[in-house]
């Protein structure tokens, strides 16, 4: 920092926790942006949560609301658990990027608008009647006006990219400012430039200087009187990285295939927001993780299917529309009693729906979503960095337990990232699939081969690779006959495969860890909660537990079978609230299973929980 | 029928001008090569039976195509597979016999070791009892250990044959049963893979899939059982029925035009295309063996009858009185002829014509000579499909040697981890910038 010595007259206060949003076409670089400000913050060691927020158009028309793409970050020296109900500070670059996003600016926040991008062109596409920045409508906020396409031009002028390429780097002109603001370090912004532009050195230069500029630009304006200073968090002891859901799930998956031996195959098909996790597995060829970019869903779980028959860890990765696909497949992988993890990376529905924005609403079709009485192991992942173990115990039940598991994130958590301790691998317990390498059956002095002959505790059948001598077999979608996997159309047999299948499922629970319980063992309301909601569920019970109020929250990994403790975790609560992002789900569950009054709380706007909106219930629900 | 058989006016005793290109093939052929390295010995471990003239790799062969990053092996120009793809890697190489197979079945097994002890579900008379037999009879020569095979289906009449098969097997879902022999294959190069599927199974519900098996070139055996007809839902039309095909979904007469399978595949970017019959075990147990023995997505369409729902289909081309003056077998670098020798097929432009050889005017000098390396050919042949007067080809349409998917996938595994080395699970969690809090 030695070379951008802070302007003494500045004053610099502290502050435990702030939100920023950067905001701006979706061709402005703000996921860019955004990222770059994020691993800033990891080195300035806060705990973080993100958000990015973005259209399905890859380049929506320019200026326009729609076509506004966002990036918001929370961060502090406390414990952070969600990305931030209110914005502190939002960075607009042009006048469409204000109208969605001024909403989430808290009264008397900061807003730095390009003031260049305010003419008349921009404030029509974004439907201002008048300019906002002049007519008082913005009474109440902070705002800065920067010229920051003037003052980018003015700064490359020299440089010999033509205007298009100058107008590019102004959102490094507004990271560089907010670095500033926030008193994070310029370094890693600096050398990631120089890495991703190494090839391209005007380019590199260019973008080196817009972001110097921003930065210094801090310093010497007058429009700052203050500058922030957030001190590092007090987390827990050990080393810690950034990291993205669809990342730590991709790591996830590979730390089950070493410990379990298990060769990994990785079949998918592009689907947002699940792409990212073909993109990362895909590059961890020296692992020797297969991965199969398929013709359709229904292939690339085909595949996956066909490699777990071959002694593999199938795995298939998707979203929504995807696992609609795949459904007959998955059943057929429940017929066949072989290992298969889907991955459900769910966002807005039905149909195609908010392809781009996060939703919980795939938890009834994993549930239920399958032609006769089907039931499989559902799992949960409950933030960016908890993708690792989800992932690694999906592929434990399955290969364990010889069965499909649906593993449910979404675009939040894929999309999202935190701060991460990167896990110890000698601690993750070593699981062991039930190989078969001589026959399990005698009769009339000759061995013959069972493949449903089934493991005594888990019930789970052998899985004989073909190439074992001796094991020959077929298996297949009729309905099998008990231990010999003959086809068998009797009715009893029929039914008591239907209720082996379904005893298989709930003898899962058997491995589950204690639930725990974030607050009292007991109280006035418990607040039960899954997946990506996890965070702003925490957040709320400790803002009420903070106001005095009795109430605590569990989180619930385990969606099916559930674990065998709720039923007496519940008993001890006077009331319980269940929010989730969706229209009412795992509530019907919960409701089916325990015949308890629970309450729903429901958002389906695409985007996350705020705290504030589960305090309220609380609140409500408490008075 | 007058212009199906025109005769060409020309002299005795001269030659019509081959058209070119449909020389047997010859040094100048286009020939598509397994680059060196690549034995065509895979991992089936029989040595395919290769035509004579037909080298499997040139010097002036074609390279094919390699994914970026894919480096040939070695130093210098040579067209290489993948570094690290092996043409057959340890425990892929059991016992074989000598090439040519005979009946020196690995470790004395016999049809009956190939056979379940399931009953045979099929209606009695029907043409996939004869294909099963086949396959059974054909199973021991080929010298891979049962334990090696795997037989995928999906659903319909046809995909019961895994049952019947003393072998592993899944019978799978409708139509994708080419994916989960994908993901297979692609996990276990080690194993023989064969498809088993219908013309609903393979052409309608699993068309996606057919054609995406064959431009990846997968290493299996798919054998299309066509009886035209949907059999196991009780007769309605099928993708290959034929047009005005009156039958239970159709009472006016269907309105679908049918594909043709071999021009279908063909289109896929195919690597073997074939196609026999029921009806002549003999032929199809060569046909098959050919199949397996190639290297690559070997795609059979055998002609199957329904004698419940679609009896008859196929007799004009199956039945002894009819099928000499019908049907044409391709052999290649042999001179189309049939009937008996008494007519032939020559090339004029574009178009096949049926030549007689019996009046003088043509000999069998005359007649398109069979090449299965040219994927022309091939294309005009597939073309034989519904055209009145001239014979329907029955034999090997095309062969092509290309690296097949599951080489190219487990080659580029080798190859980046050669290169990068093997991952580091630990490493990789911190590849990323990392803090550390005390």
């Given at each position: 920092?030695?070379?951008?010595?802070?302007?003494?007259?500045?004053?610099?206060?502290?502050?435990?926790?702030?939100?920023?949003?950067?905001?701006?076409?979706?061709?402005?670089?703000?996921?860019?942006?955004?990222?770059?400000?994020?691993?800033?913050?990891a080195?300035?060691?806060?705990d973080?949560?993100?958000?990015?927020?973005?259209?399905?158009?890859?380049?929506?028309?320019?200026?326009?609301?729609y076509?506004?793409?966002?990036?918001?970050?929370?961060?502090?020296?406390?414990?952070?658990?969600?990305?931030?109900?209110?914005?502190?500070?939002?960075?607009?670059m042009?006048?469409?990027?204000?109208?969605?996003?001024?909403?989430?600016?808290?009264?008397?926040?900061?807003?730095?608008?390009?003031?260049?991008?305010?003419?008349?062109?921009?404030?029509?596409l974004?439907?201002?009647?008048s300019?906002?920045?002049?007519?008082?409508?913005?009474?109440?906020?902070?705002?800065?006006?920067?010229?920051l396409?003037?003052?980018?031009r003015?700064?490359?002028?020299?440089?010999g990219?033509?205007?298009?390429?100058?107008?590019?780097?102004?959102?490094?002109?507004?990271?560089?400012?907010?670095?500033?603001?926030?008193?994070?370090?310029?370094?890693?912004?600096?050398?990631?430039?120089?890495?991703?532009?190494?090839?391209?050195?005007?380019?590199?230069?260019?973008?080196?200087?817009?972001?110097?500029?921003g930065?210094?630009?801090?310093?010497?304006?007058?429009?700052?009187?203050?500058?922030?200073q957030?001190?590092?968090?007090?987390?827990?002891?050990?080393?810690?990285?950034?990291?993205?859901?669809?990342?730590?799930?991709?790591?996830?998956?590979?730390?089950?295939?070493?410990?379990?031996?298990?060769?990994?195959?990785?079949?998918?098909?592009?689907?947002?927001?699940?792409?990212?996790l073909?993109?990362?597995?895909?590059?961890?060829?020296?692992?020797?993780?297969?991965?199969?970019?398929?013709?359709?869903?229904?292939?690339?779980v085909?595949?996956a299917?066909?490699?777990?028959?071959?002694?593999?860890?199938?795995?298939?990765?998707?979203?929504?529309?995807?696992?609609?696909?795949?459904?007959?497949?998955?059943?057929?992988?429940?017929?066949?009693?072989?290992?298969?993890?889907?991955?459900?990376?769910?966002?807005?529905?039905?149909?195609?729906?908010?392809?781009?924005?996060?939703?919980?609403s795939?938890?009834?079709?994993?549930?239920?979503?399958?032609?006769?009485?089907a039931?499989?192991?559902?799992?949960?992942?409950?933030?960016?960095?908890?993708?690792?173990?989800?992932?690694?115990?999906?592929c434990?039940?399955?290969?364990?337990?010889?069965?499909p598991?649906?593993?449910?994130?979404?675009?939040?958590?894929?999309n999202?990232?935190?701060p991460?301790?990167?896990p110890?691998?000698?601690?993750?317990?070593?699981?062991?699939?039930p190989?078969?390498?001589?026959?399990?059956?005698?009769?009339?002095?000759?061995?013959?081969?069972?493949?449903?002959?089934?493991?005594?505790?888990?019930?789970?059948?052998?899985?004989?690779?073909?190439?074992?001598p001796?094991?020959?077999?077929?298996?297949?979608?009729l309905?099998?006959?008990?231990?010999t996997?003959?086809?068998?159309?009797?009715?009893?047999?029929?039914q008591?495969?239907?209720?082996?299948?379904?005893?298989?499922?709930?003898?899962?629970?058997?491995?589950?860890p204690?639930?725990?319980?974030?607050?009292?063992?007991?109280?006035?309301?418990?607040?039960?909660?899954?997946?990506?909601?996890?965070?702003?569920?925490?957040?709320?019970?400790?803002?009420?537990?903070?106001?005095?109020?009795?109430?605590?929250?569990?989180?619930?990994?385990?969606?099916?079978?559930?674990?065998?403790?709720?039923g007496?975790?519940?008993?001890?609560?006077?009331?319980?609230?269940?929010?989730?992002?969706?229209?009412?789900?795992?509530?019907?569950?919960?409701?089916?299973?325990?015949?308890?009054?629970?309450?729903?709380?429901?958002?389906?706007?695409?985007?996350?929980?705020k705290?504030?909106?589960?305090?309220?219930?609380?609140?409500?629900?408490?008075? | 029928?007058?212009?199906?058989?025109p005769?060409?006016?020309?002299?005795?005793?001269?030659?019509?001008?081959m058209?070119?290109?449909?020389?047997?093939?010859?040094?100048?052929?286009?020939?598509?090569?397994?680059?060196?390295?690549?034995?065509?010995?895979?991992?089936?471990?029989?040595?395919?039976?290769?035509?004579?003239?037909?080298?499997?790799?040139?010097?002036?062969?074609v390279?094919?195509a390699?994914?970026?990053?894919?480096?040939?092996?070695?130093?210098?120009?040579?067209?290489?597979?993948?570094?690290?793809?092996?043409?057959?890697?340890?425990g892929?190489?059991?016992?074989?016999?000598p090439?040519?197979?005979?009946?020196?079945?690995?470790?004395?097994?016999?049809?009956?070791?190939?056979?379940?002890?399931?009953?045979?579900?099929?209606?009695?008379?029907?043409?996939?009892?004869?294909i099963?037999?086949?396959?059974?009879?054909?199973?021991?020569?080929?010298?891979?250990?049962?334990?090696n095979?795997?037989?995928?289906?999906?659903?319909?009449?046809?995909?019961?044959?895994?049952?019947?098969?003393?072998?592993?097997?899944?019978?799978?879902?409708?139509?994708?049963?080419?994916?989960?022999?994908?993901?297979?294959?692609?996990?276990?190069?080690?194993l023989?893979?064969?498809?088993?599927?219908?013309?609903?199974?393979?052409?309608?519900?699993?068309?996606?899939?057919?054609?995406?098996?064959?431009?990846?070139?997968?290493?299996?055996?798919?054998?299309?059982f066509?009886?035209q007809i949907?059999?196991?839902t009780?007769?309605?039309?099928?993708?290959?029925?034929?047009?005005?095909?009156?039958?239970?979904?159709?009472?006016?007469?269907?309105?679908?035009?049918?594909?043709?399978?071999?021009?279908?595949?063909?289109?896929a970017?195919?690597?073997?295309?074939?196609?026999?019959?029921?009806r002549?075990?003999?032929?199809?147990?060569?046909?098959?063996?050919?199949?397996?023995?190639?290297?690559?997505?070997?795609?059979?369409?055998?002609?199957?009858?329904?004698?419940?729902?679609?009896?008859?289909?196929?007799?004009?081309?199956?039945e002894?009185?009819?099928?000499?003056?019908t049907?044409?077998?391709?052999?290649?670098?042999?001179?189309?002829?049939?009937?008996r020798?008494?007519?032939?097929?020559?090339?004029?432009?574009?178009?096949?014509e049926v030549?007689?050889?019996?009046?003088?005017?043509?000999?069998?000098?005359?007649?398109?000579?069979?090449?299965?390396?040219?994927?022309?050919?091939?294309?005009?042949?597939g073309?034989?499909f519904?055209?009145?007067?001239?014979?329907?080809?029955?034999?090997?349409?095309?062969?092509?040697?290309?690296?097949?998917?599951?080489e190219?996938?487990?080659?580029?595994?080798?190859?980046?981890?050669?290169?990068?080395?093997?991952?580091?699970?630990?490493?990789?969690?911190?590849?990323?910038?990392?803090?550390e809090?005390?």
């Amino acid at each position: 920092m030695s070379d951008h010595p802070q302007a003494p007259e500045k004053h610099v206060e502290d502050l435990p926790e702030a939100t920023i949003l950067f905001a701006g076409d979706s061709g402005d670089g703000m996921q860019l942006t955004g990222s770059q400000f994020t691993l800033a913050t990891a080195y300035a060691m806060n705990d973080l949560a993100t958000l990015p927020d973005f259209p399905a158009e890859i380049r929506a028309p320019a200026g326009t609301t729609y076509g506004v793409s966002g990036f918001q970050l929370h961060f502090g020296s406390v414990h952070i658990r969600t990305p931030g109900d209110e914005v502190d500070l939002l960075v607009a670059m042009n006048p469409a990027a204000l109208k969605v996003n001024l909403r989430r600016v808290r009264r008397g926040g900061a807003i730095i608008v390009n003031v260049d991008a305010f003419e008349e062109k921009n404030l029509k596409l974004a439907g201002y009647e008048s300019n906002p920045l002049e007519d008082g409508s913005l009474k109440g906020y902070h705002v800065i006006p920067i010229e920051l396409t003037k003052l980018t031009r003015e700064a490359l002028k020299d440089s010999g990219l033509n205007q298009k390429e100058i107008d590019r780097s102004k959102n490094m002109f507004a990271l560089g400012l907010a670095l500033w603001l926030y008193s994070r370090p310029i370094e890693p912004a600096i050398e990631w430039l120089s890495r991703k532009f190494a090839k391209k050195p005007d380019v590199r230069e260019a973008n080196l200087q817009v972001l110097k500029k921003g930065y210094h630009y801090g310093e010497t304006t007058e429009q700052f009187a203050v500058r922030y200073q957030v001190p590092p968090a007090k987390l827990k002891p050990g080393t810690y990285r950034a990291i993205r859901g669809a990342e730590a799930l991709a790591l996830g998956l590979l730390a089950a295939g070493q410990k379990s031996g298990l060769p990994l195959f990785y079949g998918s098909y592009p689907i947002t927001p699940a792409s990212d996790l073909l993109h990362e597995l895909s590059r961890l060829k020296n692992f020797g993780v297969m991965t199969f970019q398929a013709e359709d869903e229904i292939a690339a779980v085909g595949a996956a299917i066909g490699a777990s028959f071959g002694g593999n860890l199938g795995i298939t990765g998707t979203s929504g529309p995807g696992v609609a696909l795949k459904t007959e497949a998955i059943g057929l992988a429940l017929m066949l009693e072989l290992p298969l993890v889907v991955v459900n990376m769910q966002r807005g529905g039905p149909s195609t729906g908010l392809p781009t924005k996060t939703e919980q609403s795939d938890l009834l079709q994993a549930m239920y979503g399958r032609n006769g009485d089907a039931p499989l192991p559902i799992v949960a992942a409950s933030t960016p960095g908890d993708c690792f173990e989800a992932a690694y115990e999906a592929c434990r039940i399955a290969a364990t337990h010889m069965t499909p598991v649906i593993l449910l994130a979404d675009g939040y958590l894929a999309n999202g990232a935190e701060p991460w301790l990167i896990p110890d691998l000698d601690r993750l317990i070593p699981f062991r699939p039930p190989f078969v390498a001589r026959p399990n059956h005698e009769s009339n002095g000759h061995e013959a081969f069972l493949p449903y002959a089934r493991d005594p505790e888990t019930l789970a059948r052998p899985w004989a690779k073909p190439g074992t001598p001796n094991l020959e077999h077929r298996i297949g979608g009729l309905e099998k006959q008990h231990e010999t996997g003959n086809v068998s159309y009797d009715p009893d047999n029929h039914q008591l495969m239907t209720r082996l299948r379904a005893e298989k499922v709930e003898r899962v629970a058997r491995e589950f860890p204690p639930t725990e319980i974030n607050g009292d063992p007991e109280g006035d309301l418990l607040v039960i909660g899954w997946g990506s909601t996890r965070g702003s569920i925490e957040a709320a019970v400790e803002s009420a537990r903070k106001r005095g109020q009795k109430v605590s929250s569990l989180h619930v990994r385990y969606l099916n079978p559930l674990p065998p403790d709720l039923g007496e975790i519940f008993s001890r609560f006077e009331r319980l609230l269940v929010p989730e992002l969706n229209n009412g789900q795992f509530v019907r569950i919960l409701r089916d299973r325990f015949l308890l009054p629970f309450v729903p709380l429901n958002k389906v706007q695409g985007l996350p929980f705020k705290t504030s909106e589960i305090t309220a219930k609380i609140d409500e629900m408490l008075t | 029928m007058a212009d199906q058989n025109p005769k060409d006016p020309k002299p005795k005793g001269v030659k019509p001008a081959m058209p070119p290109g449909v020389r047997p093939a010859g040094p100048k052929g286009v020939k598509p090569a397994m680059p060196p390295g690549v034995k065509p010995a895979g991992p089936k471990g029989v040595k395919p039976a290769m035509p004579p003239g037909v080298r499997p790799a040139g010097p002036k062969g074609v390279k094919p195509a390699m994914p970026p990053g894919v480096r040939p092996a070695g130093p210098g120009k040579k067209p290489a597979m993948p570094p690290g793809v092996r043409p057959a890697g340890p425990g892929k190489k059991p016992a074989m016999p000598p090439p040519g197979g005979g009946d020196g079945a690995p470790r004395g097994l016999t049809r009956q070791d190939f056979a379940t002890d399931q009953d045979v579900r099929w209606c009695p008379g029907c043409g996939d009892y004869a294909i099963l037999a086949t396959v059974q009879r054909l199973m021991p020569e080929l010298g891979v250990p049962r334990e090696n095979v795997v037989f995928i289906s999906g659903i319909g009449c046809s995909s019961r044959f895994p049952y019947y098969m003393n072998t592993y097997g899944m019978h799978s879902i409708h139509g994708r049963a080419p994916t989960i022999a994908t993901g297979l294959k692609a996990g276990r190069p080690d194993l023989d893979v064969w498809i088993i599927t219908g013309d609903g199974d393979g052409l309608s519900i699993g068309g996606n899939h057919l054609i995406h098996l064959m431009r990846r070139n997968v290493d299996v055996q798919l054998l299309l059982f066509n009886n035209q007809i949907y059999g196991l839902t009780k007769g309605q039309y099928s993708p290959t029925s034929e047009f005005g095909k009156v039958t239970k979904s159709s009472p006016y007469g269907s309105i679908d035009y049918p594909f043709n399978p071999i021009s279908l595949v063909l289109g896929a970017e195919a690597t073997f295309v074939a196609r026999t019959m029921d009806r002549d075990p003999k032929h199809m147990k060569g046909i098959l063996r050919q199949a397996h023995n190639h290297r690559g997505a070997s795609f059979v369409e055998i002609y199957q009858n329904c004698n419940i729902f679609n009896d008859g289909a196929f007799f004009q081309f199956t039945e002894k009185d009819a099928k000499p003056d019908t049907t044409i077998f391709l052999e290649h670098g042999k001179p189309m002829t049939f009937s008996r020798g008494r007519k032939g097929i020559r090339l004029n432009g574009l178009q096949l014509e049926v030549i007689d050889l019996t009046d003088g005017a043509w000999s069998v000098d005359d007649c398109l000579v069979h090449d299965e390396t040219s994927r022309e050919q091939a294309t005009i042949l597939g073309r034989l499909f519904q055209q009145p007067g001239l014979p329907r080809p029955f034999g090997v349409f095309y062969r092509e040697l290309r690296p097949t998917y599951d080489e190219l996938l487990q080659g580029q595994i080798e190859d980046v981890t050669r290169r990068k080395g093997p991952g580091d699970l630990e490493a990789l969690l911190r590849a990323a910038e990392t803090w550390e809090i005390h």
